[in-house]
């Protein structure tokens, strides 16, 4: 039951951008009049998921929509402090975590004290080969996975997330791939306290986003009655005054152009909904056929009446992928027939392309298309008589090679002289990569969202010993799916077609949850940093081998057993971690920085296929487990204590670096006889492993901007160790090398 006071409360949003690159004009326009709680922009659509990854593959620090740093949030941080309007984008795109530290960084340049939060988890890229395996198919067309490179793979994530994130204190909510809608729901169940089963307000709130996340295009843009609509020039971006109810008001700021009407709300609610009796997003099935719209002031509409039922088990995905390269020219043509000239025109130039295709054996487009733009071919039976004497002919051809496209790009030159009377200069010749979409569904189970946020308790300052204080808070959890070959060989399916298939289960994800909290201070003008965090982690349902006989040992059924040639995958074993890492950076002077870490792990096995030790009957009395430690052990190969330390020295194109590595003692495992499969693992085995250290010295110098000459020694007291994974180190070893840059600036 909401308390009275929550029943009263309204809450204004502003929708501030529909799409990646929209209007400047927008926020400085709300922050002047709207008295807005929060500012909401809408970054994303399935094309500019694949546009982000393609600017992530050039550079993995990008990804994200950089004008949220340029022009729609980053020139207005001040006015956004002052008023203390909170931000909710999904502006990060492909790399949430990239903008949040971005715009920390402009946060502490502004000397404010807000704190930024970012929700991640939607990109699924890893489990692409799973989907792939799986038989995953288009939930619109039915079509397999392509076996093609893949830009971007994510789930769309709700808006729970962005309200936790605004429960614990978030100014400035950034996140990948969310509900469009989600952006105004989740700073509403904020608000409002709403609850994972409140489906009717959760409707609510998510039309309240649908009808703001397109910006503009709710206050008159793109409205049919287009006369009506005034000032174009300063049309007014949308304010939803929104109620506990689930009711709300859409608006705009007074005094701006554009239109807000029943018909305008109407064309916006019906927007991208294929069926408003069931519009499915993540947090619930919305019920829009019951909604009222009522004109209630000038420029002012109350919407109300949606329902909900409860959400599908399952996400929304969008995966993009390379699909060949696009040649795109846009022609003129002046005179009478103007269209009937484009069309053939076209047909002769996709026929030229196509000798020279042959000619240097490559395949033909996959696809051709020619728009006679002012022909009014697009109208059918409704086209007016006689048709356009002006028109741009729009000629595309895909091809699945660069080639293939840039020899239509060339070859459609030679209309201007060799074709149609009245044929002009090119407006625009393009040759583009292609995006391909493929949309599907994947099981909640699969997916992950996670939250971090940070806050700035001082604000820095040039001028203090003590820059900043910065506390952190991180919450997440993960998966790790299978591998092709693990699945293969995992016991269930294995069994699979045998009796012993009821008794097998099948092979999942590991799992895994971590928290940590950790406070970071900067001191010494700027020119140090230290930062000390818990952490906490549990590991669940990992993946082991086991072999025959310790699958028979850990009283796995003989016929199950027998079903396997030499052993098998299962999820068998669980561990915690916990500790403390702590870490220090500093310049010292101008051509020195030294860095150094240390690490405390307390970790400990809490479940384990055979929870006892067993007993091997070729050895009596010795005790084993499965290729992992028992109940209780430590896991393998983590050493409780860990740490290193680094020193640079740089001078003009030389730079120097000596490193330090130790680790404390690790458990960890010997091999026995095992009549089955070989070797079977001694348990426990409690400090097996030695503690260590060693140390790497380092140099370059650059002789080019893009050659640098490079020598290192590691291990240079020559330790004998066990490494990762039990192998042991290498003896003291020399390199020596050139690195050179091609492409790039």
């Known amino acids: 039951m909401l308390s009275e006071r929550a029943q009263e409360k309204v809450i204004r949003i502003g929708g501030a ?32 998921m694949g546009l982000l990854g393609r600017m992530q593959a050039a ?21 956004i402090a002052r008023q203390r309007i909170k931000v909710v984008a999904n502006a990060g795109g492909l790399n949430p975590q990239g903008l949040a530290a971005a715009t920390e960084a402009l946060v502490r340049e502004a000397g404010l004290g807000l704190t930024v939060a970012y929700v991640d988890g939607d990109d699924i890229r890893e489990q692409v080969e799973a989907l792939r395996s799986g038989g995953c198919r288009d939930m619109f067309t039915g079509a397999a996975l392509p076996q093609k490179k893949i830009i971007s793979a994510n789930a769309y994530l709700g808006a729970f997330p962005i309200a936790a994130a605004l429960a614990q204190g978030a100014d400035i909510v950034i996140t990948g791939r969310v509900v469009d809608s989600a952006l105004a729901l989740g700073p509403l169940i904020h608000e409002f306290g709403w609850r994972p089963h409140d489906y009717d307000a959760l409707a609510a709130g998510t039309l309240a986003g649908h009808l703001l996340e397109c910006g503009a295009q709710v206050t008159g843009g793109t409205f049919t009655d287009w006369r009506l609509v005034p000032a174009w020039e300063d049309i007014g971006f949308p304010v939803g005054e929104c109620h506990a109810d689930g009711s709300l008001v859409i608006t705009k700021p007074a005094g701006t152009g554009g239109l807000v009407s029943v018909g305008t709300v109407a064309e916006q609610l019906l927007y991208e909904v294929s069926d408003p009796a069931d519009y499915i997003v993540t947090d619930v099935r919305c019920d829009f056929s019951q909604v009222t719209l009522e004109q209630i002031g000038p420029d002012r509409v109350r919407v109300s009446g949606a ?15 390379e699909d060949g390269w696009r040649a795109i020219a846009y022609q003129p043509l002046i005179g009478e027939e103007a269209g009937a000239k484009g069309e053939r025109q076209g047909a002769a130039l996709f026929a030229r ?24 071919r697009s109208f059918g039976a409704h086209a007016q008589p006689g048709g356009g004497r002006e028109v741009i002919c729009k000629l595309v051809a895909d091809h699945p090679e660069k080639l293939g496209a840039e020899l239509f790009a060339r070859e459609q030159w030679t209309a201007i002289s060799g074709m149609s009377v009245g044929t002009s200069i090119n407006l625009a010749t393009h040759v583009l990569p292609v995006t391909g979409l493929f949309l599907c569904l994947l099981r909640r189970a699969a997916v992950t969202p996670r939250l971090t946020v940070a806050t700035y308790l001082r604000n820095p300052s040039t001028a203090s010993a003590l820059d900043d204080t910065k506390v952190s808070f991180n919450v997440g959890k993960g998966i790790k799916a299978p591998s092709v070959f693990q699945e293969q060989n995992a016991l269930f399916t294995l069994v699979q077609g045998t009796p012993a298939a009821a008794n097998a289960s099948a092979l999942g994800p590991e799992r895994s949850t971590s928290i940590d909290i950790g406070i970071e201070q ?3 003008y700027g020119r140090a940093r230290v930062r000390t965090a818990y952490f906490h982690n549990r590991y669940d349902d990992l ?8 699958l028979t040992l850990a009283g796995v059924p003989a016929a199950v057993v027998a079903a396997t040639q030499f052993g ?22 101008q051509y020195v920085r030294m860095n150094a870490s240390y690490t405390y792990l307390d970790a400990v096995v809490t479940e384990a296929f055979s929870a006892v030790a067993a007993t091997n009957p070729s050895l009596p009395g010795v005790q084993i487990g499965g290729f992992s430690p028992l109940v209780g052990q430590r896991p393998f190969r983590r050493p409780p204590q860990s740490g290193s330390v680094m020193v640079t ?50 140099a370059s110098f650059r002789v080019h901007p893009r050659v640098s000459l490079y020598t290192s020694i590691e291990n240079i007291f020559d330790k004998n160790y066990d490494a990762s994974f039990g192998f042991p180190s290498l003896p003291r070893a020399a390199r020596v090398g050139a690195r050179v840059t091609v492409g790039g600036n």
Not at 307 to 312: I, K, V
Not at 353 to 376: K, N, P, S, Y
Request: with cysteine; net charge negative; glycine share 10%.
């Open 568 to 589: 098998a995958y299962l999820n068998s074993s669980s561990f915690r971690a916990q500790g403390v890492e702590t870490s220090f950076d500093a310049a010292v002077g």
């Open 307 to 321: 329902r909900g039922r409860a959400p599908t088990d399952t996400y929304k995905v969008c995966l993009t992928y």
């Open 543 to 550: 993946i082991e081998f086991l072999s025959r006989t310790q």
């Open 59 to 79: 550079d993995p620090r990008a990804g994200f929509g950089a004008d949220f740093l340029t022009v729609h949030v980053g020139p207005h941080l001040q006015e």
């Open 353 to 376: 392309t196509r000798v020279l295709l042959r000619a240097r054996g490559l395949a033909d487009f996959t696809a051709t298309a020619c728009l006679v733009i002012g022909a009014e």
């Open 649 to 698: 020295a740089m001078g003009g194109p030389a730079q120097v670096t000596v490193a330090g590595y130790f680790s404390g003692r690790r458990d960890d495992s010997t091999f026995l006889s095992d009549g089955f499969f070989g070797n079977s693992l001694l348990l426990p085995n409690r400090d097996l492993d030695p503690a260590y250290q060693k140390f790497d010295i380092s």
């Open 17 to 48: 951008s529909a799409f990646l690159v929209d209007s400047a004009l927008a926020v400085p326009q709300l922050l002047a009049g709207a008295a807005l709680h929060y500012l909401i922009f809408d970054y994303l659509a399935e094309g500019s």
């Open 522 to 524: 900067g001191f010494w």
